[in-house]
């Protein structure tokens, strides 16, 4: 009876129990309760920071953004001059940072797939040779790869003037301490046509693999979708080419004086930087590829085999999509990395964003609040839009089990 009178005591009339011994309302308290103490230590902290950044006279906001820059950036994809804005400036080393990012990550991952093949590969010197290139690559720093490519390789090249044969001959290809010198198009009348056959050409592409795929689970027979794509990637275009009468010409770099002027230059600290990150980052991207391979049983190649499927096939057909599921997660690591490592471009000289807007903006405007915080989000953006892109194709190449 005592016992029955104590479980009563903590009940109300109703038979519910009270909100005191309720887990769940417990944990809603214990989580409101922590929510105030994180807000509140927030608020004091900007607070803190507002009063003191004006107890030091320093300027507090994002008015600084429409203010005049007043220094030059090497390289820029938009045009930019020591007049615009630091609002432009910003735009610059974000679109300088896309840039290394995108094109590391695209030949990282396909040295890094190249060099896990041949990891497993049958011939003793492939197979040495890349695991020298992994052991060697990922066990140095990447800031010491990047001076080296810049330092001991890319500025000790010959000067514009003693990689010219002849003063005021253009050349089609040259490289120097000055960069990579290449033949610039230049578009005229009717060239519009030629990218709008490019992109018609794309999306053909994209269509006639949806159809082939379906095509091929519903008879079984393949289609070669890459050949084809291929063929109308390179022949509509070059079919607009020939029709609107050749409406592209090529200008070619000429030395004049002790540099190189006109064509298309790519700049050492740019080389440098996707030269660093991209090998760097293969190395490791080799490894996954390698376990992710390991990981799928032999009986699924011997399998194939006992089917009479040919070994390209069985990689690409059976292996490959199976080791993808091992692969890709890990993978996503080692893109988030090969961009947040971009921010060691300062060391070179490249303009990107910790750079331009981390550094020059910052020691000229003195805004350090402003500055890095803008610098993280923009840093923290890149890696939460890469791992939701991944996840993505990671969803759409897993194997789905019935």
């Known amino acids: 009876m005592a016992h029955q009178a104590g479980v009563n005591n903590d009940a109300d009339d109703s038979g519910r129990v009270s909100l005191i011994y309720d887990p769940k309302a417990r944990g809603l308290a214990f989580q409101g309760l922590l929510i105030i103490l994180v807000g509140a230590m927030v608020y004091i902290g900007v607070s803190n920071a507002i009063n003191n950044l004006a107890r030091a006279g320093v300027a507090s906001g994002f008015g600084f953004f429409g203010e005049r820059a007043g220094f030059d950036i090497g390289q820029s994809l938009i045009p930019y001059t020591n007049d615009s804005t ?68 890319l500025s000790i090249l010959p000067s514009p003037r003693e990689a010219a044969r002849e003063a005021g001959v253009e050349v089609a290809f040259s490289i120097n301490n000055r960069g990579l010198y290449l033949p610039r198009v230049v578009p005229e009348d009717g060239s519009s046509l030629i990218f709008y056959a490019l992109v018609i050409a794309i999306v053909a592409w994209i269509v006639i693999g949806r159809w082939a795929k379906k095509r091929q689970m519903a008879t079984g027979q393949q289609f070669p979708v890459f050949l084809t794509g291929l063929a109308l990637v390179i022949g509509l275009p070059l079919l607009a080419f020939l ?89 996503t690591s080692q893109y988030l990395n090969l961009t947040k490592n971009s921010s060691l471009a300062v060391a070179i000289g490249y303009p990107d964003l910790v750079s331009v807007f981390g550094g020059t903006v910052l020691n000229q405007t003195g805004q350090a609040v402003e500055v890095i915080s803008i610098t993280m989000l923009v840093y923290l953006t890149l890696s939460l839009l890469t791992s939701a892109f991944m996840n993505w194709f990671n969803s759409r190449v897993a194997l789905v089990e019935r």
């Open 243 to 331: 029709v609107t009468g050749l409406p592209m010409s090529l200008e070619y770099a000429s030395l004049q004086g002790f540099n190189m002027v006109g064509g298309w230059v790519i700049q050492p600290e740019f080389m440098a930087l996707l030269l660093g990150l991209s090998l760097y980052t293969a190395s490791f991207i080799a490894e996954i590829v390698r376990a992710g391979i390991l990981a799928v049983s032999k009986g699924q190649t011997e399998a194939a085999f006992a089917l009479g499927i040919r070994p390209n096939l069985t990689s690409r057909l059976v292996i490959v999509p199976q080791a993808m599921r091992v692969i890709i997660p890990p993978l």
């Open 86 to 153: 630091y609002l432009r400036a910003f735009f610059v080393g974000l679109l300088n940072t896309l840039v290394v990012a995108v094109i590391g990550i695209f030949f990282a991952t396909v040295i890094g797939f190249i060099v896990g093949l041949a990891r497993l590969s049958k011939n003793y010197l492939v197979r040495k040779f890349a695991t020298t290139y992994v052991e060697v690559l990922r066990n140095i720093p990447l800031l010491l790869q990047l001076l080296f490519w810049y330092k001991a390789v």
